[in-house]
């Protein structure tokens, strides 16, 4: 099966090509570097010649108000090159529990995307997964000083990159969902608390403040971030992946 990955060299995306050809698939990387642009469409009908599945893991390059025009114009563009190419399967990467924050630019942009997806003319699968281990250290600088970090108590499922890229493998050679599935972490953590076991772990000296206002988190409330029933629950702990790490 050729399977072409819309942002086939970020973290998600340059895990998930090696991961397809171990099992026997040709598969196209596809971004700005392999001069593929999903905004402008170039590219795109090469990079789908012959594919039968096209898996989508691409980011807006802002969490503002201006991913939603992006998402708007990034699925219209491949769903138009993938009906003219015949795909048959399309496969989006989302997040767990992104239709119960309307209060995020970037959470309703990600929910138009699964509404392009779905009203679109293929079949589909939707992965969603909950927040990546690897994005902690991310969502800490944005509050951060030399001294302190301000974290909000909102409660997280996080979950290794390389469990997603598992399920996102498993979905992309399977019959299409024709509707989505959640994948989390094992785990369920505090932010704040998450913030101090990784600080702890480093070595890091800085004190975690529990701040309800702080970062982008802080407008979630209760488990809206948190898989429901029927989600596969991945088995890479956030312990063993920061030892990993260190």
Do not use: C
């Amino acid at each position: 099966m050729k399977i072409t990955v819309i942002g086939g060299t970020g973290l998600i995306g340059s895990q998930l090509v090696p991961k397809l050809r171990e099992a026997g698939h040709t598969v196209e990387p596809a971004s700005l570097s392999t001069g593929v642009d999903l905004l402008t469409g170039k590219g795109l009908a090469d990079a789908l010649t012959d594919a039968e599945t096209v898996v989508n893991v691409t980011n807006s390059p802002t969490f503002d108000a201006a991913s939603p025009d992006f998402f708007r114009t990034t699925m219209g563009n491949l769903l138009t090159a993938g009906e003219q190419a015949g795909v048959r399967h399309q496969v989006v990467l989302s997040i767990v529990g992104v239709d119960r924050v309307p209060q995020l630019d970037y959470y309703r942009a990600k929910t138009l995307q699964e509404e392009l997806l779905r009203n679109g003319p293929t079949a589909y699968s939707i992965v969603r997964a909950t927040q990546f281990f690897e994005f902690v250290d991310a969502i800490m600088s944005w509050t951060s000083d030399e001294d302190t970090v301000r974290l909000p108590a909102t409660r997280l499922q996080p979950i290794a990159a390389a469990d997603v890229v598992a399920a996102l493998a498993a979905t992309a050679t399977a019959a299409p969902l024709n509707g989505t599935l959640d994948v989390a972490g094992p785990d369920v953590y505090a932010l704040d608390e998450l913030g101090r076991r990784t600080l702890a772990a480093r070595g890091d000296r800085r004190t975690v403040v529990t701040d309800d206002r702080a970062g982008m988190f802080a407008a979630v409330q209760g488990d809206m971030l948190i898989a429901g029933p029927g989600a596969n629950i991945a088995p890479t702990s956030y312990e063993a992946w920061l030892a990993a790490t260190r």
